[in-house]
């Protein structure tokens, strides 16, 4: 029989090794700015109902590490999200959950520079800790912009 502090020590170390090796799956910023490019190009060459079903599919291209690629319009309606279907069709122009209208702000790079970065909180894989993360958005033939977001 192990002691107490053993099997402390040894739970501690398991979720240490499993945090680290979970931080090692996390994109960086300047992958997530080339996954946005590459939605960009996909939804300019294949259109946006072939390109939201490639962003959706497991193998389509579009989801790695913990990249994943989602779509608004410039009214703030989610039109494609790859990990959270059941978002799309829903207005997020006034969401601020965790301090920030990051949506809004997206809304504002969309339509001022057509591409850039909007920082912002979100809740980090696997816990509740709130982290900054940033998303690289750009708008498309379709009058609309996707995003890829990284935390920082």
């Not at 402390?8 to 960086?28: K, P, R, S």
């Not at 579009?62 to 978002?87: I, N, R, T």
Request: hydrophobic share 40%; glycine share 10%.
């Amino acid at each position: 029989m192990i002691s107490r502090s053993t099997a402390i020590a040894a739970v501690a170390l398991l979720c240490g090794t499993f945090n680290l090796a979970l931080a090692g799956e996390m994109a960086t910023p300047d992958e997530a700015k080339a996954l946005s490019q590459k939605a960009q190009t996909a939804v300019n060459t294949m259109g946006q109902e072939k390109a939201f079903a490639a962003f959706a599919a497991e193998d389509g291209g579009f989801k790695e590490k913990d990249l994943y690629v989602f779509c608004m319009d410039m009214d703030g309606v989610m039109l494609s999200h790859a990990m959270k279907p059941e978002l799309v069709g829903k207005n997020l122009l006034d969401f601020n959950k965790y301090g920030d209208t990051l949506f809004k702000n997206m809304i504002e790079v969309a339509k001022t520079s057509g591409e850039g970065w909007v920082d912002y909180k979100w809740p980090y894989p696997g816990s509740d800790e709130i982290r900054e993360k940033t998303s690289y958005v750009m708008t498309n033939d379709g009058g609309f912009f996707c995003g890829v977001g990284a935390y920082k």
